[in-house]
C-alpha cells in the first residue's frame, strides 16, 4: 500500500475568488487554481479565543472555566511565482487593455479587501482531508528574487501572510483543471533608483504590508460574532531590499545626503519583452542603508541597499487574461 501520507508532492492547494467576504466562492470548480508551483501551506495559531475565568470566589486553586472566543485562522502560502494573479488579492486590479493578444494590468493601492476561498486538500490513504477556509484575505506579501546564474536564478518565490473568517471540512474534494502553467523565471531585470539604472543586482526581495489588524473590524458590525468581520487596511507600508555589487562610493554618499530618491524609481522582472513582464514603480523612496559591504579579499564587494517607499503603481503584461 502506498502511503501518501508520507510524502507533500500530492498536496494540493487551490483558490478562488469570492464576491463577498465570507460567502465562499460562487464557482471554485470553474476558476479555482493553484497561486503558483510548489505551494507549501505554514499553520500559525488558530485560535477559538478561548479566555480564562479564574475562580468563582470559593478558593479553588485551579482555573474556574474557559469562556470562548475568537476565532482565528491565521496561515502563511509560500510558492513558485507562475503569473502574477497573486497580486489581485492585495492590490485594486484595472485592466487597460489587449493588444496583439497582450492583457495589461495596472494595480494600485486598494482600500478594500479581495477575499477568497482556498482548498487545502491532503491525500492521506484514508480519511483524507479536506480543509476549506472561507473570507480568507491576504495581508502581507514578500517577493525573493536571484539574477541569473546564481542558485534559484531567474525564478521568483512569493509568501503570503493571511487569515481567514471561518474553515469547514469538506467530504469531497472540487473538480479542478490541471494547472500546467510553468514557472516566471525572467532573463532581464532592471533596477532604477533615482533615474539610474543599476546593473550589477545579485539577488533581494519587495515586501508590503497591508497594515490589517482584525481586532479593528470587531467595532464595525455586532453581526460579527466569533468570526473576523471586514477586515480593514490602513496604511500601506512597503521596503525593498537589492543586494548589489559595490563598485564605488555613490550610494554611500546618496545616503549620507538624508535626502530621499526622487526622479524615476522602480523594478521591473522581464521573460519574455512586452508579453511577460511585471514593473513595480514607485514615487519617493528612502535609502535607508550606507550599502559600504563587508571586505571581500577573494570576491566582489557586495552590500544591501535597504530601500523604504511608496508604490505609485504596478503594471503587468501577460497573455493570460485574468480573473478579475
Not at 35 to 42: C, I, K, P, S, T
Not at 46 to 68: A, C, F, H, P
Not at 213 to 219: A, G, I, V
Request: negative net charge; aromatic residues 10%; proline residues 4%.
Amino acid at each position: 500500500m502506498t502511503k501518501e501520507y508520507y510524502t507533500g508532492i500530492r498536496e494540493r492547494i487551490a483558490q478562488a475568488r469570492e464576491e463577498d467576504f465570507g460567502q465562499g466562492s460562487p464557482n471554485f470548480e470553474a476558476k479555482g487554481r493553484p497561486f503558483g508551483l510548489d505551494q507549501e501551506m505554514e499553520i500559525g495559531d488558530w485560535s477559538r479565543g478561548w479566555t480564562e475565568i479564574l475562580n468563582n470566589g470559593d478558593g479553588t486553586m485551579q482555573i474556574y472555566d474557559k469562556v470562548k472566543g475568537i476565532k482565528s485562522y491565521p496561515f502563511t502560502l509560500n510558492f513558485k511565482v507562475t503569473d502574477w494573479e497573486f497580486l489581485k488579492y492585495l492590490f485594486k486590479v484595472e485592466h487597460k487593455g489587449e493588444s496583439g493578444g497582450v492583457h495589461t494590468y495596472e494595480l494600485t493601492i486598494d482600500p478594500t479587501v479581495s477575499p477568497f476561498e482556498l482548498e487545502w486538500l491532503r491525500r492521506h490513504t484514508s480519511n483524507p482531508l479536506i480543509l476549506q477556509l472561507i473570507g480568507a484575505f491576504a495581508k502581507s506579501f514578500s517577493i525573493t528574487y536571484s539574477a541569473g546564474g546564481m542558485d534559484e536564478g531567474g525564478f521568483i518565490n512569493a509568501s503570503l501572510t493571511c487569515n481567514a473568517k471561518r474553515h469547514d471540512l469538506k467530504e469531497s474534494e472540487a473538480s479542478l483543471s490541471s494547472f500546467t502553467k510553468s514557472p516566471f523565471r525572467f532573463f532581464e531585470s532592471r533596477l532604477i533608483l533615482a533615474g539610474e539604472t543599476i546593473t550589477e543586482v545579485n539577488e533581494g526581495e519587495i515586501n508590503g504590508d497591508r497594515n490589517i489588524n482584525e481586532e479593528d473590524s470587531r467595532y464595525a458590525s455586532k453581526e460579527a460574532g466569533r468570526e473576523i468581520h471586514d477586515p480593514i487596511p490602513k496604511i500601506h507600508r512597503f521596503n525593498n531590499r537589492h543586494n548589489i555589487t559595490i563598485k564605488n562610493t555613490d550610494w554611500l554618499e546618496r545616503w549620507a545626503t538624508d535626502e530621499p530618491l526622487e526622479g524615476e524609481n522602480s523594478i521591473e522582472f522581464i521573460k519574455t519583452p512586452n508579453e511577460e513582464q511585471v514593473k513595480f514603480i514607485y514615487g519617493t523612496i528612502w535609502l535607508e542603508s550606507p550599502s559600504i559591504g563587508n571586505t571581500q579579499r577573494e570576491d566582489r564587494t557586495t552590500a544591501d541597499l535597504i530601500t523604504t517607499g511608496i508604490i505609485e503603481k504596478i503594471e503587468v503584461k501577460t497573455k493570460e487574461e485574468w480573473d478579475i
